[in-house]
């Protein structure tokens, strides 16, 4: 299957923030309305779990079926408006040199890496441990009860029409990139998946990077 | 027959909430055909556990609902498995409308002009039933759509299903652990209907046995007996804990 890939006109020299992220690490970030967030899959294959909400009103935050529910479609590329459960675009993807991303497949846990792989798997990094400690730092008095289903950009899961679906290997390459522009004031909160037990990350969680243009200071 | 706890009609529109006791079924029978309930599970004791589509459908490889899987919660436990259904798929995937997607389908229904056949939304069902149980808009997460099939096309693009469901269909669901299931009984967003006039849907609860060894949902997926593990031994845990304190 064959994507449509959109490029940015965007500059990395002229950003706001430039920061990598390595694989296993969360990172929160604000965005005020107008703002063009990226985040670049600099080695390729690496799913990027990720939430918004609204930075003014936490209660308002992604939502996954909204998403899908208004643009009839399971899967993000460009123009997909990122809902929220208000029914309010967070979030427009603007750019897009990957073609597909995932929101069904949420995040992993350690409780479902033993449902899913095995019960001694406990231990094993995942990303909702990741959400939980960049929550707790963000200082917000964020929680669990602040984790539904996310985006995982760069991820493949596809369905079929038979309704099977699966984690497959993934569509994205080096330097592949999703850009989003803020429709509000939009809290970014981002983990870089671990996963080392499924193709979501080729087996080999890498590094991202993460780039803002900051409409205020362009 | 198994002893029944409850009979109820779930008139359209109406929401409803209720905890399962561990091993009471809950049976919803679209009596009328092409009915939508939207579903959300928590755990009755702790409602930060709650259903987690994801998890439900990448343990079970599926992008629907029917006989033989469970209902994942976010903490690798099953809150509930589906025994029974004579539907044969229910959606998880595309959410519920609300107040604007209802007025956009079926124009202006308030109270105001049409008393209680007003145009109620899951939206705002869901958050009516979860304000009872003392919570809110951060426990709304992605929910089940009983009795609706959407399919996705080669490109993920949905379209609702018609036929579906037919006049008496039904699914049972068994709380493998105490459950409370928050339920609206309204038009799926979409329906391509255009009159508002949800169905009537009958909900049962009756008594019955645990998963036994040989249970179909237990063993339709190596990770289904994971799951179930897990939950038994917590059932187990939180048994102990009860009778000794």
């Known amino acids: 299957m064959s994507f449509k890939h959109k490029p940015s006109e965007l500059d990395p020299a002229a950003a706001t923030v430039d920061v990598t992220l390595p694989a296993g690490q969360g990172w929160t970030h604000e965005l005020a309305p ?19 909400f609204n ?13 899908i529910r208004t643009q009839a479609n399971i899967y993000l590329t460009t123009g997909t408006l990122l809902m929220s459960s208000e029914g309010r675009a967070l979030l427009t993807i603007v750019a897009d040199t990957c073609g597909r991303h995932d929101t069904l497949g949420g995040a992993c846990s350690a409780e479902s890496n033993q449902v899913r792989y095995a019960l001694d798997k406990k231990h094993m990094h995942n990303c909702r441990d990741t959400f939980l400690l960049a929550m707790a730092r963000h200082g917000r008095g964020m929680t669990k009860r602040d984790l539904p289903s996310n985006i995982n950009f760069f991820m493949n899961v596809p369905v079929t029409p038979a309704g099977a679906l699966t984690f497959d290997d993934g569509v994205s390459g080096p330097g592949r990139y999703v850009e989003m522009r803020a429709e509000t004031d939009v809290l970014v909160l981002i983990s870089n998946c671990p996963q080392l037990n499924n193709p979501c990350n ?8 993460l780039l803002v243009w900051s409409k205020a200071r362009v | 027959m198994s002893k029944v706890v409850l009979q109820q009609t779930l008139l359209g529109g109406q929401a409803w909430s209720r905890r399962l006791r561990r091993n009471q079924r809950l049976r919803l029978r679209d009596v009328h055909g092409r009915a939508c309930v939207s579903a959300l599970l928590y755990n009755a004791h702790d409602p930060l556990e709650r259903y987690n589509m994801a998890d439900t459908l990448k343990a079970q490889f599926t992008a ?20 029974a259904d004579t539907c044969g798929w229910h959606d998880t995937m595309s959410g519920t409308g609300d107040a604007v997607a209802a007025r956009a389908q079926f124009g202006d229904g308030p109270y105001q002009t049409l008393r209680n056949a007003f ?10 039933e979860l304000g009872k149980h003392g919570l ?3 426990d709304v997460v992605a929910n089940v759509n009983f009795f609706v099939r959407i399919g996705v096309g080669d490109d993920g693009g949905l379209a609702w299903v018609r036929d579906n469901s037919p006049a008496g269909a039904a699914v049972e669901l068994r709380a493998d652990m105490d459950t409370l299931v928050v339920l609206s009984n309204t038009p799926h967003p979409l329906d391509p ?15 019955g046995p645990a998963a036994a060894a040989d249970d ?20 187990a845990e939180m048994h102990t804990s009860e009778r000794g304190s």
């Open chain 1, 34 to 52: 107008g703002d063009v967030f990226r985040i670049v899959d600099l080695e390729g294959n690496q799913a990027v779990d990720t939430l918004f």
């Open chain 2, 136 to 138: 809110g808009k951060r």
């Open chain 2, 193 to 207: 209907a255009t009159k508002y006039d949800p169905p009537p849907v009958e909900l049962t609860i009756t008594e």
């Open chain 1, 202 to 209: 080729a087996y080999n969680p890498t590094p991202v990077r």
């Open chain 2, 64 to 83: 629907f609902l029917t006989t033989g899987r469970v209902l994942y919660s976010d903490m690798g436990r099953v809150l509930c498995s589906i025994v």
């Open chain 1, 55 to 67: 930075s003014r009103d936490l209660d308002e935050r992604y939502s996954a079926t909204e998403t």
């Open chain 2, 216 to 235: 179909p949902c237990r063993l339709s997926r190596p990770e289904n007996g994971r799951g179930f593990a897990l939950t038994e031994a917590y059932v």
């Open chain 2, 119 to 128: 145009h109620r939304n899951a939206r705002d069902n869901l958050l009516v």
